[in-house]
């Protein structure tokens, strides 16, 4: 009896070799030749030696494909130009690589890393100098600036799927293979004003070498300049009008930082102090420094009840007197005397252990001295 045709089909493996296969179409851009990653060889004179951040880009990969195309050479066209890799790319032909990469070394190890069969390619044998080609490529790649970027990532986070559901800022960051910080940071800057968001460029294109120094504005002041992270951080918490005043001049970036830390409604800014006051304690008259900083406490006297000798003017100590004028007179162990002035309650000045004991015993009472016994043998 025959068998009924299809019965020895494996039809769940043809099933996930043909989604396999539709996933990797749609991983690969059409109407481009195509290539296993295993086929491609690195181009010994790439001058790219240390691949940052593969692990972010193989993410990416993984989830949303390889967009742009790597540009290869043939190994004939590749050795005419650099005979001296003659032997090392002949040996990787024998092992089956069919081209020499020329521009995509990072995506090639990604998409290694990432497991794709497939990676567009776009071959190219009428490269007149590759250094200067790469060089060229290197230069001239010219980002997105920081506002540029925060406006794509705001209208990606915006966009909707088929099921109605938005991007999280850490399903996009990890999409397009960077840190959910750096898309927050990004993000924020939406918030600041017209003008610190140009400081945040003008910044942005000084690091890019693209802005001169010295490069002013119409009154011939040097242009603001914020860096992204203080500009998402403490700036773009300010209201609105503050930010303007912050461009304007109107306070220091200490000020900023302090004001940031408050809700919009509390936000409120003050006069700054003068240069070189710390606080407003400092400079005000004697007699307001002492109503909001209180007296300092002044030396005990003798009171009826005491133990203790709390005479203020006088000391009889083995090792020195105080006389009426306030001084401590020591002498120490080559009797040699030495003239102080004496330091009043509240204020010990530490010379030696000996002399701060005795400073302690003079100011403090018997049961404060058992007290603080106490405390340092706790």
């Known amino acids: 009896m025959s068998k009924k045709p299809g019965l020895s089909r494996n039809l ?7 989604k396999a296969a539709t996933q990797q179409a749609r991983l690969v851009p059409q109407g ?3 290539v296993h990653p295993d086929r491609l060889m690195p181009s010994p004179e790439n001058g790219r030696k240390n691949l940052h951040k593969i692990d972010e880009l193989a993410e990416t990969l993984r989830t949303d494909g390889m967009n742009t195309a790597m540009t290869v050479l043939p190994p004939d066209v590749y050795v005419s130009i650099y005979p001296q890799h003659k032997e090392a790319v002949e040996a990787r032909v024998a092992e089956g690589v069919l081209f020499v990469v020329h521009h995509g070394h990072r995506r090639l190890a990604a998409a290694k890393l990432a497991g794709l069969t497939e990676v567009p390619i776009l071959v ?20 997105l600036n920081p506002i540029e970027e925060a406006t794509e990532f705001q209208e990606a986070l915006d966009e909707k ?4 559901k938005q991007l999280s800022q850490r399903e996009l960051a990890k999409r397009v293979g960077c840190s959910q910080t750096y898309v927050s940071h990004r993000v924020a800057l939406l918030r600041l004003v017209p003008a610190l968001q140009q400081a ?17 504005t119409s009154d011939g002041s040097d242009r603001l300049k914020l860096p992204v992270r203080e500009a998402a951080t403490i700036y773009s918490r300010l209201r609105p009008d503050l ?9 220091s970036a200490e000020v900023a930082a ?23 304690a400092i400079s005000a008259p004697p007699e307001a420094a002492s109503t909001s900083m ?9 009171t009826a009840g005491e133990g203790h000798h709390r005479s203020a003017p006088s000391r009889d100590r083995e090792t020195g007197e105080r006389s009426a004028d306030g001084t401590d007179a020591r002498t120490d162990s080559k009797g040699t005397t030495s003239t102080v002035a004496a330091d009043p309650r509240g204020v010990i000045v530490v010379r030696t252990v000996e002399e701060l004991a005795l400073n302690i015993i003079d100011l403090l009472s018997p049961d404060e001295i058992e007290e603080l016994k106490q405390h340092l043998t706790a």
């Open 12 to 18: 769940a493996a043809e099933r996930a070799a043909r």
């Open 32 to 34: 481009l030749p195509t």
């Open 124 to 143: 190219r044998s009428d490269v007149p100098s590759l250094r200067i080609a790469a060089i060229q490529e290197n230069l001239q790649r010219m980002g």
């Open 161 to 164: 799927d088929e099921s109605g």
């Open 200 to 216: 945040v460029v003008d910044h942005w294109l000084k690091e890019q070498q693209l802005l001169e120094e010295g490069t002013g």
């Open 243 to 251: 930010q303007e005043a912050f461009a304007r001049g109107e306070f």
């Open 258 to 280: 302090a004001v940031s830390k408050l809700p919009p409604s509390e936000q409120q800014i003050r006069d700054e102090p003068a240069e070189g006051v710390d606080c407003a």
């Open 294 to 302: 209180g007296h300092l406490p002044e030396p005990r006297t003798e």
